[in-house]
């Protein structure tokens, strides 16, 4: 099938869009709708497909129910090229997808003898438990779809086509439409040339929205519309994501160049260029130094540990870590002097430094973070308001300190300090 | 104005839903479709709909791009009596929403003299900052809406009315987003007579979907259709969610009935009855008993000490923690002895064991946690497969372990571990 017969009526007046390949994804929970559960799904879904050269045009979010899920159906059919459907496939009678997906394409239910073998295996080989009729049910789907087995659960993946629509509906639970998202790529490969996007991105900090956007006017004006410029705020910084469809080696080095300008001009403001998580960063820095890190954490109560450990390895250069809460603690554990705390309180310089200097030696580590700070919503006074923070990273011979200003809630203050804290910590091992 | 106004043709054939008043939550913003961004805002004013009576129907993530925004508008206008939009109010040049909210209601932009003064108080009061002509323009709004100032940030919200809809466009910011929400009730209370939406949840643990789905067969029956029952899974944890939309004090107490009902056929697994977070019931009880709590954690790296201080005043029951990621640390500091490590390795009973009277005595704390375990994707063996945890809870005199198997990805594996210790740990409290 060739590929231009999907482009018919897509944006046919803008020659420039004429390869997009375009994509809708559909999350069907009540629960979603009630906000009991943040959807984190359909930002994986559109990560992937982004990354493929799929451009995601809607994501929809309906309940679990056969009216809603036609409505939408009805509405993105022949309007993108793919749709992907996720959630309302488990066992039980509050997810009427799959009935509902039956009859939309005009099919039967059918036991597909593929699914049933799975769902078989994994229950008497995986989980070592005895089938019941609910499970088998998992097996039932209707017969105008192709089925792609899920290694991860029971539910399995249904492919059906109309008009000029793919669709695929995956079950909902993260860690099964994770396994199954590499199948579904290598269909739509199999289905479409798909064109080149190219993301670059650098990351910002110490500066707002608006007074970036001053500085980068020209800029945004010289870049022209084939390229486009974002303001991401995140955690404690500012992410500029410059990104383009790009048919060509021409195209992607003026990308590249403008990239290199756009650097520039963040100047000082520019604090990385790798959109890498921080913690992923720092973990490739220091197994490659083969050194350590340990953290004393106060105000972020374990937090910057726990980055650092979601990185798989960490434990080649992680010893480990002190939240020393109290100030007792900080004492009695890290080895901060009473009289420090006492004449500048928990939140001051010369206690992280301390608190970093006595991590370093009770984990025998080669570096360290201490962190101590008010993160609200009580505990703020009019010279140490809420947000304040105070940083250090560094090794028992040489330490850099750094005071932070926050003024989000008390979880974006933990969070920022905890991003400000490693990137500074990068800093430090570039230099050392 | 009437409230029935708002009811003609929505659901008219269905008296039991007539009074049924409903939202949409448009996002816009392109870092959502390339799953940059999680969306946790929809997350967030569905919460406070639904808790108001409002039933939301639909998500909907678009670009911040004219077209998609008017097909949007133009399909929910009219569908439902309130719309939600956030995101696309910055004041840099990606941002189009207020543009084109200003095309779309057919108005002209207007410099809002309340809007002005608030920025300016802003900048010079509270940043300290010279204002720059991209500031001005955030006090810049369409004619025809209504102004809902941003206490927390430049870009105000703004309130139209079209057909049966009153639209809300706020901006896309966490934080400020969060801070508009009860502005925006404030205004559909005065509008809305709202029913009351009741939920009842319950937290199970150690069974699946499917097998609970089937002890609750009869009883899905029973409940007839004016409730829901819906199963929400979790981390390590499986929720269930009893529902009803209640016109008075009779259908309130049935729907309590029903839900004892479900408690009892939860059986043993059922581990709570309050869908508070567990850090947060947690730290009610040891407040209330005037107790403290230490953490020693090897394979959730902190995670566990971090949820504990993500609720504002744990300093009063949380002195510290140690993250004991080495086998040397857990030595060392917690005073695991070498002889046990090598008897036993370190995801051991005994190992928990040692580390909770090591963390207890350490911190001085009355009671304790430890966790031992293989987080994955790498360190599992035959005998100890990844998603292999040992939990200790209690204190110097009293302690309980149990072991668990999860089997997802290192992320969700921290996670359900975290949070299966602390519902070990509200056991504990219970009893103790």
């Not at 926050?406 to 974006?412: E, G, Q």
């Amino acid at each position: 099938m060739s590929v231009t017969y999907f482009y018919d009526g897509i944006k046919k007046n803008n020659p420039e869009m004429q390869k997009e390949i375009s994509a809708t994804i559909i999350t069907i929970g009540n629960e979603l709708l009630i906000g009991q559960v943040v959807d984190t799904n359909s930002a994986f879904m559109s990560k992937v497909l982004n990354k493929t050269g799929v451009v995601v045009k809607r994501k929809i979010a309906i309940a679990d129910n056969m009216a809603e899920i036609k409505k939408a159906l009805d509405a993105e059919i022949n309007q993108v090229q793919i749709i992907l459907i996720t959630g309302g496939l488990g066992p039980t009678s509050d997810d009427v997808t799959k009935q509902t997906l039956c009859t939309y394409f005009k099919s039967e239910m059918v036991v597909n003898k593929r699914a049933l073998q799975h769902v078989k295996n994994l229950y008497e080989k995986v989980y070592k438990k005895s089938l019941n009729p609910v499970n088998l049910k998992q097996a039932e789907v209707p017969a105008a779809c192709k089925v792609i087995l899920n290694k991860r659960g029971s539910a399995p993946c249904m492919q059906f086509e109309k008009g000029r629509s793919m669709i695929f509906s995956l079950p909902g639970v993260p860690y099964e439409m994770e396994g199954l998202m590499p199948d579904i790529i290598g269909v739509i490969r199999q289905r479409f040339q798909l064109p080149k996007v190219i993301h670059h991105t650098l990351v910002t900090s110490g500066i707002g929205e608006s007074e970036l956007a001053a500085i980068l006017k020209d800029f945004e004006k010289e870049i022209g519309p084939k390229a486009e410029l974002a303001y991401l705020p995140g955690l404690g910084v500012l992410r500029l994501r410059l990104s383009a469809t790009v048919m060509g080696r021409e195209e992607e080095d003026r990308l590249r160049r403008q990239f290199q300008k756009l650097k520039k001009l963040a100047g000082d403001y520019l604090i990385s260029t790798d959109d890498t998580p921080v913690e992923e960063i720092i973990g490739k820095m220091l197994n490659k130094k083969k050194k350590t890190i340990a953290t004393a954490e106060s105000c972020t109560g374990g937090f910057i540990a726990s980055m650092i450990t979601s990185v798989s390895g960490a434990s080649d250069y992680f010893p480990g870590s002190v939240v020393s809460y109290s100030n007792n603690i900080k004492m009695t554990v890290l080895g901060v002097k009473a009289s420090t705390l006492k004449k500048h309180g928990a939140v001051s310089e010369e206690v992280v430094r301390e608190m970093l200097k006595g991590i370093v030696k009770r984990m025998k580590s080669d570096y360290g973070v201490a962190v101590s700070g008010i993160m609200g919503p009580g505990g703020g006074s009019a010279q140490k308001p809420v947000g304040t923070v105070w940083v250090a990273v560094g090794s028992a011979r040489k330490v850099v300190t750094k005071k932070f200003h926050f003024r989000f809630d008390r979880r974006r203050n933990i969070q920022s300090t905890a991003i400000r804290a490693l990137y500074l910590l990068k800093s430090f091992l570039e230099e050392a």
